[in-house]
């Protein structure tokens, strides 16, 4: 469980310590009408691209933080949908993973 545990607050700290909001805002304001149309739709793209990976790393710090608490509660590796065990490989691939594979398949499916 503290391997687990480690891996998950190192990846909490290595999204917090990314830069937060800041580089989108940089991003933003390097992109005010500069070049031509071409330059303006790529700046355009990279703010976009950018904001999607702050989104993703929102959604998954959100997740790390509800499994650090299923920890404290107890209930870690536990497949929210069907209550088996979550597979240790998949836990070492994806430590604030809810569900088990099979379950996950099925979500996929």
Request: hydrophobic share 35%; glycine share 6%.
């Given at each position: 469980?503290?391997?687990?545990?480690?891996?998950?607050?190192?990846?909490?700290?290595?999204?917090?310590?990314?830069?937060?909001?800041?580089?989108?805002?940089?991003?933003?304001?390097?992109?005010?009408?500069?070049?031509?149309?071409?330059?303006q739709a790529s700046g355009n793209n990279e703010v976009h691209?950018?904001?999607?990976?702050?989104?993703?790393d929102a959604k998954i710090l959100q997740a790390i933080e509800?499994?650090?608490?299923?920890?404290?509660?107890?209930?870690?590796?536990?497949?929210?949908?069907?209550g088996e065990p979550i597979a240790p490989a998949r836990l070492?691939?994806?430590?604030?993973?809810?569900?088990?594979?099979?379950?996950?398949?099925?979500?996929?499916?």
């Amino acid at each position: 469980m503290d391997t687990y545990k480690e891996a998950l607050l190192r990846k909490r700290s290595e999204i917090l310590s990314a830069g937060g909001i800041k580089p989108l805002q940089t991003s933003m304001e390097t992109n005010t009408r500069q070049g031509d149309l071409a330059d303006q739709a790529s700046g355009n793209n990279e703010v976009h691209i950018q904001l999607k990976l702050k989104q993703t790393d929102a959604k998954i710090l959100q997740a790390i933080e509800e499994a650090l608490w299923r920890m404290e509660k107890g209930t870690y590796g536990v497949c929210r949908d069907c209550g088996e065990p979550i597979a240790p490989a998949r836990l070492n691939a994806i430590p604030w993973t809810r569900v088990c594979i099979a379950c996950k398949e099925k979500q996929s499916a």
